[in-house]
Structure formats: structure tokens, C-alpha cells
């Protein structure tokens, strides 16, 4: 058993049924069918992925803190990243910023794609780009176009998340890569101090030999009475020799440059196979703390003796769940009621109403909410309720349950310190 993701996948809908209220146009888009979509228009789970395609970090660097209280020397790339979403979100200066610049960056796709008359036009010129790599810009294009139906923009979205996954199976590669990189590079930084200490040595025997042509050359003029075949000879073998040295000291030099210019460029690849390692093994230490959760709750399941529960901490406390999937919430369900707490779900507004926040949450010692089965307005919305009414909320990786287990261990070990509930996170796992 499976839900549906917030963003209906391409596909799904028969050719006969009605499009979705909030994908239709209104009266006055369909006024406005021949001028480009602009960004505070679009759907708002189109926005992370266009935010984080078609602009750098840079870029959202130096707009975002003209609209926000963010520092564009501390903030993570991730908070940089979620505020331009939240931009996006609400439309205004922000979002018109945002609008200007992906316009002005990608000028030369929205001039090639204007001459799409029609929605297959349109598509046939995505898929070219998707062929081709040129992604962000056509992806920009696609969306924002006059032509872009509610299909092609979920094909194109469809197409850019699976890449997203491709870009995953990528860096294992890369980082079984980043040892032989980082071996080789330290072989070739050897190699050009040897180039380098030989080009020394043979600077040092040029010299030399300019002095000793010189001198030769000198003796040759003083002494008058020796043949001048003779003399003449001689300055052309030494001639000879000097130009050989030039020449091998050209070829060394050549080489010592190129191999300079591999070293730079493999220290580049190093560095970033290296952040690439720390992120991994980030997602690796998540995934231990997750199973050790998992392995302690299962010693304390099978124990006979009695020994005090994972969980007990839950007992007589109301836990409200907004996302997650149908089968983890059953087992989160079980495990929280087993505890002696009282567990609520809450869908995040697929078909639960997100009025139905301000009902639930008041209610609740603490709000937990999965940021992979969660979208950025409802948990914007989540946050502002639960700081109107004083609730803790604490986002977890997933919505399975060794991270809710990993959490409830995490709060509990800290409960003693404080002696209280500690204050829910304002960092968000996925958006910042």
C-alpha cells in the first residue's frame, strides 16, 4: 500500500477527467494564454526543484539577503536555498528578483523555445535539451512557457527527479574513485618536484656551458696562429650543444607546465570528492544512530524481565504525526498506543484539510513531521501554528520508524539534563 506523492505524477489521469482545481487555470490566465507563466504563478512544488536547478549558490547569495534577514557569509546553502523557495512561495520583490534573473540568465532558451506553436513542439525541444544536458535553461523555458500544459510540465519534472536519482548512483562511484584520485595526485605533485629539480640542474649546466663558449670562444681570438678551420669547428660544436640543451630544456619545461596544470585540476576533483565522502558518511552515522534505535527497542520488546520500555517516556503524551505513509504510521501508531501515549496523524493536506492544523495541534506535547513526505507549504504552516501555541516539533529523515525511534531515544536522553522536554529544532533535515 502506497500514497500518492503531493505532485500527481504524468500519467495518472484518464483523458476524460477534469483537471486538479489548484493545476487548472483561472478565468484570467485563460485571458492571458499567449504570455509566459511567471514564477509566483507556478505550483508551489515546482518551485524547490526549479530554485535548485536553474540558479548557483552564488547567484541565490547575492539576491537572497536583499530580501531576507539571512547572511550571505553564515547561512548554509541549504537555508540560502529554502528562503528562495519561501520567495518564490509568496510572490512580491522576491519573487519578481528571482523572475528577472532566471529571465535575464537564460535569455537565448526563451528566444529558441518562443518559436513552440503548439504542446508537442514543446515537448520535442525538452527532450532535445534533456539529450543534449542543457537542463536548467531548458527547464526554465519549458515551465514558464505559454504552450506548457499540466502534462508536459509533470514530464519535465518527472525527467529532472529521475536524473536527481542518477546524480545518487553517481557519487558511489565517485567516491571509490577519490582514494585512486588522491593516490595519483600525490604521485604527480612528486613527479614535477623531480621535473622541477632536474629543470634546476640542467638551468645550472646551460650556464655553464655559456660561460665555457664564451671563454673558448675568447681563446680562439687570441690565439691568431691556430688554423681557422679549426677554430671555426669548434664553435660550431659547441653551438650545436647549446641549441641541444635548449632544446630538451623547451621539451622539460612544456611538461613540467602540463603536469602542473593535471595536479591543479585533480586537487579540485579531490576536494570535492572529498565534501562529497563527508556526505556520505553523515547519511551513514543518521543511518547507524537509526539502527541502534531499532536494536534497542527490539531488546526491550523480547525482554522477560520486565526492564523499562523505549518508549515509556511516551506514556500519557498526545504525538501528532503530519506525513508519513500509510504502513509506517500503522507500526508508529502501535508502538506509541503500546507505550500508553496517544498518537494522531495527520496527512499534511493531501486529503486531511490543513485548517485541521489549528484543531490538532494545540492539543499535542509534541508534533513530529517526516521531511521526505512532507511539502514546503504545509510545513511552513506546521512551524507558525505550532509557535502560535507553544508545541515542540522536531523534524525526523524519514517516515520510517527507526527515525521516529532514533528520535524518541534522542529526546529522552536529553530530558534528564534539562529536565524538561527540550526545545524542538528549528532545522530543518530537508529544507533548511
Not at 548512483?169 to 629539480?197: C, F, G, M, P
Not at 629543470?199 to 670562444?217: F, K, N, V, Y
Not at 507505550?339 to 492544523?357: L, N, P, S, W
Request: aromatic share 4%.
Amino acid at each position: 500500500m502506497h500514497t500518492a506523492p503531493p505532485f500527481r505524477l504524468a500519467g495518472t489521469r484518464s483523458s476524460n477527467a477534469p483537471p486538479d482545481v489548484c493545476c487548472a487555470p483561472t478565468a484570467s490566465q485563460l485571458r492571458s494564454l499567449r504570455r509566459r507563466a511567471r514564477l509566483s504563478e507556478l505550483d508551489s512544488h515546482l518551485h524547490c526543484s526549479i530554485i535548485g536547478t536553474c540558479l548557483s549558490t552564488n547567484e541565490l547569495r547575492k539576491l537572497v539577503p536583499k530580501f531576507t534577514s539571512l547572511d550571505r557569509h553564515e547561512a548554509t546553502d541549504l537555508e540560502i536555498h529554502h528562503a528562495a523557495v519561501e520567495l518564490a512561495i509568496e510572490g512580491g520583490d522576491g519573487a519578481k528578483a528571482l523572475q528577472k534573473a532566471l529571465d535575464v540568465r537564460y535569455a537565448g532558451a526563451l528566444r529558441k523555445f518562443e518559436s513552440s506553436k503548439d504542446a508537442d513542439t514543446l515537448l520535442a525541444l525538452w527532450k532535445d535539451a534533456l539529450k543534449s544536458g542543457d537542463i536548467p535553461s531548458a527547464y526554465w523555458a519549458v515551465m514558464t512557457h505559454p504552450q506548457a500544459t499540466l502534462s508536459i510540465r509533470q514530464a519535465a519534472f518527472g525527467d529532472l527527479h529521475m536524473l536527481s536519482h542518477l546524480v545518487g548512483a553517481a557519487n558511489r562511484a565517485d567516491i571509490r574513485r577519490l582514494v585512486a584520485l588522491e593516490e595519483e595526485n600525490a604521485a604527480l605533485k612528486d613527479k614535477v618536484e623531480r621535473q622541477q629539480r632536474r629543470l634546476h640542474e640542467m638551468s645550472i649546466e646551460r650556464d655553464a656551458a655559456q660561460r665555457q663558449s664564451t671563454e673558448l670562444s675568447l681563446k680562439a681570438a687570441r690565439q691568431a696562429s691556430a688554423p681557422a678551420d679549426e677554430l671555426e669547428a669548434e664553435v660550431i660544436v659547441l653551438r650545436e650543444a647549446l641549441r641541444a640543451r635548449d632544446e630538451r630544456l623547451a621539451i622539460h619545461t612544456s611538461r613540467r607546465e602540463v603536469a602542473e596544470q593535471r595536479a591543479v585540476i585533480e586537487q579540485q576533483n579531490g576536494e570535492a570528492l572529498s565534501k562529497r565522502l563527508d556526505d556520505a558518511i553523515a547519511m551513514l552515522n543518521a543511518f547507524h544512530a537509526e539502527c541502534q534505535a531499532l536494536e534497542k527497542t527490539l531488546e526491550d520488546t523480547l525482554d522477560a524481565s520486565g526492564a523499562k520500555s523505549t518508549l515509556a517516556s511516551l506514556q500519557g503524551k498526545r504525538v501528532v504525526y503530519v506525513g508519513g505513509r500509510p504502513g509506517s504510521n500503522a507500526a508508529l501508531r502501535q508502538l506509541v498506543e503500546s507505550a500508553g501515549g496517544d498518537f494522531v496523524v495527520h496527512d499534511g493536506g493531501i486529503e486531511d484539510r490543513k485548517g485541521m492544523f489549528a484543531a490538532a495541534l494545540p492539543r499535542a506535547d509534541i508534533v513530529v513531521f517526516p521531511v521526505d513526505c512532507i511539502d514546503h507549504d504545509s510545513m511552513n504552516l506546521l512551524k507558525r501554528v505550532c509557535d502560535r501555541h507553544q508545541v515542540d516539533y522536531h523534524p525526523v529523515r524519514t517516515a520510517s520508524v527507526a527515525s521516529f525511534i532514533e528520535l524518541m531515544l534522542r529526546l529522552e536522553a536529553a530530558s534528564p539534563v534539562s529536565g524538561r522536554t527540550p526545545p524542538a529544532s528549528r532545522f530543518c533535515l530537508r529544507h533548511g
